[in-house]
């Protein structure tokens, strides 16, 4: 008897990301580059495509695309050229669209993944390419036909191709977030997913395990997440396997993915680059990128967080989550690196920012530019609470208070009348009375040995000064209280 094993498959995934680019300009014309006009306002000859209009090179989308390419370790070419890509669509003018076919602006890099292998080296995943292109502008269906805005086209884009080297919707998830972490770093794009300024079609595959060669793709268009992206992979590979397992046969295909149904279903065959009849546009002369200004825009880039997390690790002895953490924003680093200039000691400020702010930001789906905290009112509390002038709980009420209201830790802390006092005869008083009232209980169960007595007077006490006191102190005075009884 056999017994009818599954093939083991093996997914191999690829993902193109668009990226708007936020120039104050358009790539080729002098058009605003903005979100939300009204429909058609921010047009010209140029960018409606009417004959005989001539384009011109946006230096800045140049320069933004360079940075771009630099930040995923990617060669940068020599000169810059761009092809005319055609295809007819409403939203597309011209008929073809401005592009780069043959010579990307940015080539050979790659993007390292927070994500170890065995021997704890991180995934690498390929970066083949990045090249320049035109936006195209946007059809809006209704019901008594399509109308179309033309405020988008033209705005620059740069397309990132991953090489195939993911092996996971999980992974691709990943990179889609390593990406954008590290592209938040430049401050060249809103990367917003929801405004479309960021964008993303899968490729997958699947191949038995052990097989070198790659299977048939899809290409999965319409995603508006990363995890729509996630769950389309996970689906479009279970429908290969299902096909293959029935011995049918796939074929390269564009399939959109149908967020309400979870499904793919079919576009279009997928074209091939000789459909598009790429050929240089004759009114846009090729020109050099002098190493010079390449070298100039390396200058420019931050630190990027693959080099800021190791020095977290390593100067500031922080824990990997945290240090992950802390880098996947460059304001909450900003925010982190400010605190810690004003207190030596990173591990003690990580939790309040970590945890903490951490808390505030997700509870009210902000980002840290948009709460009044500041780094030296996280410190002022810090140091209210290590001079135990607050204690752990008082302290994240103050803190709370802070995100609010924007005041320092002491102002807020009087407000609120969270301050212990030094009047220690009012410590004294408190504990006297708590001792005199549980005389037969837990002061006769503490004085039997019984340490969990202790804790039960300590929260006594904090209640009769109204939590303005700090535990730790309270515990040894109620101990030497007792003994001396
Ligand atoms: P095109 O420009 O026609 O879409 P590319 O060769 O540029 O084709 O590849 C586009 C994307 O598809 C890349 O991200 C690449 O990694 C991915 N890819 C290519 N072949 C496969 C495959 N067999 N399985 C999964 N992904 C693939
Ligand atoms: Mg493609
Ligand atoms: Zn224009």
Known sequence: MTTATKTDFEPVIGLEVHVQLKTRSKMLCGCAVQFGSPANSLTCPVCLGLPGALPMVNRLAVEYGIRVGLALNCQIAHRVKFDRKNYFYPDLPKGYQISQYDEPLCFDGELQLPLMDQAGNPK???????????????????????????????????????????????????????????????????????????R?????????????????????????????????????????????????????????????????????????????????????????????????VRATLPEMPEKRLLRFLHDHKLNRADAEWLVSDRNVADFFEACVALHDNPRKVAPWVVTELGHE????????????????????????????????????EVFRDMVASGEGASAVARRLNKLIEQDSGEVDRAIAEVLAEFKDAAVADLRAGKQAALGFLVGQAMRKLRGKANPKELGPKIEAAVKDS
């Open 200 to 296: 993303c079609d899968a490729n997958v595959s699947i191949r038995p395990r052990g097989q070198e060669n790659f299977g048939v793709r899809s290409e999965i268009k319409n995603l508006n997440s990363f995890r729509a992206v996630r769950s389309a992979l996970e689906f479009e590979i279970r429908r290969h396997a299902r096909v293959l397992e029935g011995g049918g046969k796939l074929s390269q295909e564009t399939r959109l993915w149908d967020e309400d149904k979870l499904e793919t279903r079919s576009l279009r065959s997928k074209e091939e680059a000789t459909d598009y009849r790429f050929f240089p546009d004759p009114d846009l002369t090729a020109f050099d990128v002098p190493r010079p200004w390449v070298d100039q």
């Open 361 to 396: 930001l997700n509870e009210r789906n902000a980002s840290i530019g948009d709460l009044k905290i500041t780094p030296a009112a996280v410190v002022e509390l810090i140091q209210l609470l290590e001079s135990g002038k607050l204690n752990n709980i008082t302290a994240k």
């Open 124 to 198: 690498i995943c390929r970066i083949t390419r990045a090249h320049l292109e035109e936006d195209a502008g946007k059809s809006i269906h209704m019901e008594t036909g399509t109308l179309v805005d033309l405020n988008r086209a033209g705005t620059p884009l740069i397309e990132i191709v991953g090489g195939p080297d993911l092996r996971s919707p999980e992974e691709a998830y990943v990179y889609l977030t390593t990406l954008k972490r590290n592209l938040s770093y430049l401050g060249v794009s809103d990367l917003s997913m929801e405004k479309g300024s960021l």
